[in-house]
């Protein structure tokens, strides 16, 4: 059962839910060289991560599961988010550049039917970034955050998922090092810089980025960006995922 809009919103409010939205915003940011001139969506519960997005983007747009329910978004401007159905996504086919999913997954009950919809509504070529708790993170088994509900994924279990949806997967990252208790948020900055070098395989949270491979052509007067030519994310080989440093892949 999916987490109500109000239980999410209100852990954003929370000193531990701002350090999670500004260590994975950046991760997002640089990902994607902050989107400019795309479209753009955000599944699930992406619209703290979609804030630093909004003003460089073409077009940015927040889809809520009914099941979790909806809020306006952004506060102050025209409203940007719609309700929508687990796998029926209101839009046309090939309009989004770019798709951000975060809270969608985990608690999904039919996550490869919402992969396939985000396949579809997704441009040819276009890209994914999937954010979900990292099955042997610390965030994965604390009730007292969004991400200790559901199912975590290990790195393979979700390259796994972004192929059965026919979307491959070209990339991955880390982050949220901190562990989730408010007197370690002051620290933050701290644990993700040494997290990264001394204990990878404890992060709280998998980034991976999947393209859409298809000879279909979107319509004609929107292009889409190539892809970063600097490196942000660890590659992600065809058929089989990375093995961290002393990290058995189904482990990670």
Not at 106 to 125: H, I, N
Request: aromatic share 8%; net charge positive; with cysteine.
């Amino acid at each position: 059962m999916r987490r109500d809009v109000l239980e999410l919103r209100h852990f954003y409010a929370s000193r531990l839910g701002q350090i999670a939205r500004e260590m994975t915003s950046r991760k997002v940011a640089e990902i994607w060289d902050g989107a400019r001139g795309l479209d753009v969506l955000g599944v699930g519960y992406a619209t703290p991560f979609l804030g630093p997005l909004k003003d460089r983007a073409r077009r940015v747009i927040a889809a809520m599961p009914a099941q979790q329910g909806v809020e306006v978004w952004p506060g102050q401007s025209p409203n940007l988010a719609t309700l929508t159905g687990e796998d029926s996504l209101p839009f046309r086919n090939a309009l989004f550049d770019r798709i951000l999913l975060v809270h969608a997954l985990e608690e999904s009950p039919d996550p490869l039917a919402l992969l396939r919809d985000v396949w579809r509504v997704l441009a040819p070529s276009g890209r994914v970034v999937v954010v979900v708790a990292a099955r042997n993170g610390a965030w994965a088994n604390s009730e007292s955050t969004p991400f200790g509900h559901g199912r975590p994924f290990s790195r393979r279990q979700l390259a796994d998922l972004l192929r059965d949806a026919d979307l491959e997967p070209s990339g991955w990252t880390r982050a949220l090092y901190v562990p989730p208790i408010p007197w370690a948020a002051g620290w933050a900055e701290g644990f993700e810089q040494a997290g990264s070098r001394l204990w990878p395989s404890f992060a709280g949270l998998v980034l991976m980025e999947a393209v859409k491979q298809t000879f279909a052509v979107k319509p004609r007067g929107h292009q889409v960006r190539a892809p970063l030519s600097r490196p942000v994310l660890s590659p992600l080989p065809v058929g089989r995922a990375p093995v961290s440093l002393g990290c058995a892949i189904d482990d990670c």
